[in-house]
Nanobody
Framework: QVQLVESGGGLVQAGGSLRLSCAASGLTSSSYSMGWFRQAPGKEREFVAAISWSGSIPYYADSVKGRFTISRDNAKSTVYLQMNSLKPEDTAVYYC????????????????????WGQGTQVTVSS
């Protein structure tokens, strides 16, 4: 059974930083791409960042480019999202997602392209 467990969310002031983690287990594919999405109240779930299986290809939404950094440690089956210079508009529930892939360099930005999802972790940025 596939499980994605996010951690690291919390309350932070504007301009502050948080680091989210997503630990994966039960993934049977030899390679899989990972992504982060977020959903604010009353809004659609939106793409934040994604990373290829090799870790060499990151991809970001324009709204977080230059502030967020996605990385992964395949030995630990964990993906991270370092969030700096946080803004009140970053407030949302952040979800980790995974999908198997034949290409070790592919990244995916659509939520429809992911098969597995975590339960989410709340990030609140106060002004």
């Amino acid at each position: 059974q596939v499980q994605l467990v996010e951690s690291g969310g919390g309350l932070v002031q504007a301009g502050g930083s948080l680091r989210l983690s997503c630990a994966a287990s039960g993934l049977t594919s030899s390679s899989y791409s990972m992504g982060w999405f977020r959903q604010a109240p009353g809004k659609e779930r939106e793409f934040v960042a994604a990373i290829s299986w090799s870790g060499s290809i990151p991809y970001y939404a324009d709204s977080v480019k230059g502030r967020f950094t996605i990385s992964r440690d395949n030995a630990k089956s964990t993906v991270y999202l370092q969030m700096n210079s946080l803004k009140p508009e970053d407030t949302a529930v952040y979800y980790c997602a995974a999908r198997s892939t034949y290409s070790r360099e592919s990244v995916y930005s659509s939520k429809r392209q992911y098969n597995y999802w975590g339960q989410g972790t709340q990030v609140t940025v106060s002004s």
